[in-house]
């Protein structure tokens, strides 16, 4: 710790340290995104009718004479990035050609419940051979991502996930807009699949990749205009690595949690546990000079990326990052709040929800073949477990809530390890957070830290919304649940 605190204050933080204190974020307990201008009237959106076919495919992602690897993607390649206007609609049309079911959860998106895409809770699985359609209006602008709600391990661990950017939100466009999904594989060196869920994992941190790479590939890197405007949307879709996000090499602000519209602040460092974004506004270099991404949680600090300047037409200015335009998320009424606690910890056994499977059961075949199949229990919340294995099978929600209503959720993580928790369907303001100095944020993902107390806000929307653990093998193995919303 302390030699990270050291290395950071050497070099990253410098030019971030004196703003920062002089902006007194740090004690700051205004609104989140409170003051952002309102963005102005947009056009007429824009009907986008896509097809997604969740497919096996062929990637070398061990480097360009590697082996190949046989990837599970929505698109052609891992990672595929779809971008759309606030204002447009999406028909996403789901192909399902893998041998098992899946489906699309929409992370981060504030959908009707029905195209919330999780198996049994809101849709039934979609089969091999079968298709599904979604359709909505993203009702926020911002950065998120898509998976599947099954077999989380297996299906995202091998590359099944996408990228969703709703756009217009900017003041000023950047000049440059790039995104970085942070995901490990985890890879033979003949490059086939290792285990993705462990036992060991499982009970613990979570089972981690053999091979790190940002955007699918190990070392990443690309061209900037020199002096320009580079907004770099960082995603972190690993399925257990939290990493812990700073920019070297140039000013960085953030603009943007999980897609919410910041007030800029100097970015120092900030935590990504799996699932959750950031939005940071970078000043490139002149020409010739290059920046880096850095994650400082691993043992060693880890380059996410490499971006390089190159030259450009635009002149050495100030740099004042404007914001991004209000969110248009709803503010809970905190004074009126319903606060409910959730407590976060290991499983104590006989509370697991299981139940076995009739053999008769025409779903058993399938459940029994591939899916869903994590029946170890080692996680749990307020004491109630729901593994994977009991997917099918739906406990009683953890709680029941009001439609329009406030409530703030008190969350304690009684275990030895972080915890992203993940509310589905809405956007959360994080009130405050026993470990951690934040400022309030928006967020669909927090990152909840071992003996932490954490408090968010939101406004209840109705249906029945998963609330889960987002390291997929905690998930899995227990520390899953839902709201439901009337
Ligand atoms: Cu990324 Cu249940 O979600
Ligand atoms: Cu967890």
């Known amino acids: 710790m302390l030699t990270r605190r050291i290395f950071l204050s050497g070099t990253a933080g410098l030019a971030g340290a004196g703003a920062l204190a002089s902006l007194g974020w740090r004690s700051s307990s205004a609104r989140a995104g409170e003051g952002l201008p309102a963005r102005p009237p947009g056009a007429i959106g824009v009907k986008h009718e896509l097809t997604f076919t969740a497919a096996e495919r062929e990637a070398r992602l061990l480097g360009p004479s590697g082996p190949v690897s046989r990837v599970w993607t929505y698109t052609d390649q891992p990672f595929g990035v779809t971008r759309i206007r606030l204002g447009d609609s999406l028909r996403a049309q789901l192909v399902n050609t893998l041998p098992e079911h899946t489906s699309m959860h929409?992370?981060?998106?504030?959908?009707?419940?029905?195209?919330?895409?999780?198996?049994?809770l809101t849709q039934p699985p979609v089969n091999p051979g079968e298709t599904f359609t979604y359709e909505f209006t993203p009702p926020d602008t911002g950065t998120f991502f898509f998976h599947p709600h099954c077999n989380e391990t297996g299906q995202i661990g091998r590359g099944l996930a996408g990228i969703l950017i709703v756009e217009g939100d900017e003041q000023e466009p950047s000049h440059a807009d790039i995104v970085l999904a942070n995901k490990d594989w985890r890879l033979a060196e003949n490059g086939s699949w290792l285990p993705f869920h462990t036992n060991e994992g499982a009970s613990r941190a979570g089972t981690f990749g053999t091979v790190r790479?940002?955007?699918?590939?190990?070392?990443?890197?690309?061209?900037?205009?020199?002096h320009g405007d580079v907004r770099l949307r960082i995603l972190n879709l690993d399925s257990s690595r939290t990493i812990e996000v700073g920019v070297e090499g140039a000013d960085a602000y953030v603009i943007a949690t999980d897609g919410n519209p910041i007030d800029p602040f100097p970015l120092h460092s900030w935590k990504l546990g799996t699932a959750m974004r950031l939005d940071v506004l970078v000043r490139a270099p002149k020409a010739g000079r290059s920046f880096k991404v850095i994650d400082y949680f691993s043992a060693e600090p880890w380059t996410l990326a490499t971006l390089k300047s190159v030259d450009s037409n635009l002149k050495q200015r100030p740099f004042r990052p404007k914001p991004l335009y209000a969110s248009r998320v709803p503010r809970a009424d905190l004074k009126t709040a319903e606060r409910k606690t959730f407590a976060f910890s290991a499983a104590t056994g006989a509370s697991g929800f299981v139940q076995a499977m009739a053999q008769d059961d025409p779903l058993s075949k399938v459940m029994l073949?591939?899916?869903?199949?994590?029946?170890?229990?080692?996680?749990?919340?307020?004491?109630?477990?729901?593994?994977?294995?009991?997917?099918?099978?739906?406990?009683?929600?953890?709680?029941?809530?009001?439609?329009?209503?406030?409530?703030?959720?008190?969350?304690?993580?009684?275990?030895?390890h972080p915890h992203p928790i993940h509310l589905h369907g809405h956007m959360f303001e994080v009130l405050s957070a026993s470990r951690s100095d934040l400022p309030r944020f928006l967020a669909d993902t927090v990152l909840l830290h071992p003996k932490e107390r954490i408090e968010i806000a939101f406004v209840a929307a109705p249906g029945d919304w998963m609330f889960h653990c987002h390291i997929l093998e905690h998930l899995e193995a227990g520390m899953m649940g839902y709201v439901r919303v009337v």
């Open 106 to 120: 929409w992370h981060g998106v504030r959908v009707p419940n029905g195209q919330d895409g999780v198996q049994y």
């Open 213 to 226: 790479a940002v955007n699918g590939v190990q070392e990443f890197s690309r061209d900037v205009p020199a």
């Open 369 to 416: 073949d591939a899916l869903c199949v994590q029946d170890a229990t080692f996680w749990a919340i307020n004491k109630a477990s729901w593994p994977n294995a009991g997917h099918r099978n739906l406990p009683p929600p953890l709680a029941m809530l009001e439609a329009g209503k406030s409530y703030v959720f008190e969350l304690m993580n009684a275990t030895p």
